[in-house]
């Protein structure tokens, strides 16, 4: 959330029932505001090669989606700590982003959202609000199109096959 439009999402965190909270702050996020460097394709890649970077070995990643401000990922945490994953994630790209960039700087917020998955069905759901992100902030038409998202590498069947 970019500290200089303060005003225009502070009151959002005083919201009581998170899942309104929650809609409301992700609304904000799709609208594009901030600095916005996932923006540049070169930025967005690098994020996306770093998650994929340990898929199957550490984590398996379900679905995700790298916003021009933000990223939405949904994976199967293994044997390593999620807050660890992130930390490694975002240390990892937040060097490459900054070098490809030209900046210093922080390049990640410190906090995320977490939201535990009690059964199969939530994970669909959660796919398709993933996958489905870049469309509905009208980034484009059909979430496939994306090139940040997993959405391109589902087969007829919606399963993930990703290149190898």
Known sequence: MPVSRRGEWEHLLKIEDDREKRTKLE????????????????????????????????YELLAWSVMPNHVHVLAHVWNWPLA???????????????????????????????????????????????EGNPVKAKLCQLAEDWPFSSARFRDTFRSLVLPK
């Open 27 to 58: 609304e904000y996020l799709d609208r594009g505001i901030g600095e916005c460097h996932l923006r540049d394709p070169r930025v967005a890649e690098i994020t996306e090669d770093v998650m994929l970077q340990f898929h199957n070995k550490r």
């Open 84 to 130: 660890k994953m992130l930390q490694s994630w975002k240390s990892i790209s937040a060097v490459k982003a900054n070098r490809s960039l030209k900046r210093v700087g922080t390049f990640w917020q410190r906090e995320y959202w977490e939201t535990f998955m009690r059964n199969e069905e939530q994970e669909r759901v959660a796919i398709r609000y993933i």
